[in-house]
C-alpha cells in the first residue's frame, strides 16, 4: 500500500510542476511563437484566429480581459520567465512578480525595457494605459501606478497571454 502511495504522491507533484509550464498547444499550432526570433511581426487577425485558441484570441487580438482570480497565473510563484503566449517574446521575470490581490498576474518591471510597447486606452469610461507585446501586437494588460518599490509600477497582465517556463529545478 505505501509504494502505490508514494507512486501516487510523485505522479501528483509531476503533474502540478508540469501545469506550471504553460500552454504548449500554441507552440505546437503556432507558426510564429519563437523564443528566439526578436523579428518584429506582421500578421494579420484572420491568420492570428487560424493558429490561436479562441480563449487567447480574444483576449491578445481584441483586448478581451479574463475574470479575475481564474487566470493560472495570478498566484502562481514558481521562478522562472513569462514570455508572450501568442509570438514567444520574453516578457517577464519571476523575480518582478508580486501578490497585488488584483486577481491578475503583476510584475512591476518588463524584462527588458523594449519587450513591451504602451498605448493610450480610454475604453470602458476609463483612462488607462495599454500594455501590448513589442514584438506581435497583442494585448496583454494594462499599466497602473500603484505597484511597488523600485518603479512604483504594476503590470496588471491576463494569464492567457502569458507563456510560463520554469527555471531548471523550480517547482
Known sequence: MKPIFLL?????????C???T?????????PYYSRTDTRKLHVTNAEWKKVLPPDLYAVAREAAT???????????????????????????????????????PSFFEPL???SVIYKE?????????????ERCGSHLG???????????KRFCM?????DFEPDPGAH
Open 8 to 16: 501516487t504522491l510523485i505522479l501528483a507533484s509531476q503533474i502540478a
Open 18 to 20: 508540469h501545469s506550471q
Open 22 to 30: 504553460g500552454n504548449k498547444e500554441p507552440m505546437e499550432k503556432n
Open 66 to 104: 479574463e475574470r479575475p482570480f481564474t487566470g493560472k497565473y495570478w498566484d502562481a510563484d514558481v521562478k522562472g520567465n513569462y514570455y508572450c503566449a501568442v509570438c514567444g517574446n520574453p516578457l517577464f521575470r519571476s523575480d518582478a512578480k508580486f501578490a497585488s490581490s488584483c486577481g491578475w
Open 112 to 114: 527588458r525595457a523594449n
Open 121 to 133: 486606452d480610454n475604453s470602458l469610461g476609463m483612462q488607462r494605459t495599454e500594455v501590448l507585446c
Open 142 to 152: 494594462h499599466i497602473f501606478d500603484d505597484g511597488p518599490p523600485p518603479t512604483h
Open 158 to 162: 491576463n494569464s492567457v497571454s502569458l
